[in-house]
């Protein structure tokens, strides 16, 4: 099993920036591709941004393309992703997960979830 766990979420205003760590733990050799979704309230889950194992690939939403980056540290078992340049659409829950897989946008294919950290962008 691998653990993940989620910090740096909180409450910024309009055009600020945060950092999420997300720190992995346990079997974390079994993960390879990572990623970052988000969930607003009363709307579905979706994808924010992937990054490969060795962080050579990486995509992301057309909303956020520009103002985030996710990155990785695997000597660190840990994934990042900065937000620049943040709007009150950002508003959300963001979850880091692992994937087996190299890398992919379809959150089915994520095997392992962190408990989500609170971003609040007020306008």
């Known amino acids: 099993q691998v653990q993940l766990v989620e910090s740096g979420g909180g409450l910024v205003q309009a055009g600020g920036s945060l950092r999420l760590s997300c720190a992995a733990s346990g079997r974390t050799f079994s993960t390879n591709g990572m990623g970052w979704f988000r969930q607003a309230p009363g709307k579905a889950r979706e994808m924010v941004a992937i990054?490969?194992?060795?962080?050579?690939?990486?995509d992301y939403a057309d909303s956020v393309k520009g103002r985030f980056t996710i990155s990785r540290d695997n000597a660190k078992n840990t994934v990042y992703l900065q937000m620049n340049s943040l709007k009150p659409e950002d508003t959300a829950v963001y979850y880091c997960a692992g994937s087996t897989t190299p890398w992919t946008r379809k959150a089915p294919l994520y095997d392992y979830w962190g408990q989500g950290t609170q971003v609040t962008v007020s306008s």
């Open positions: 990054i490969s194992w060795s962080g050579g690939i990486t």
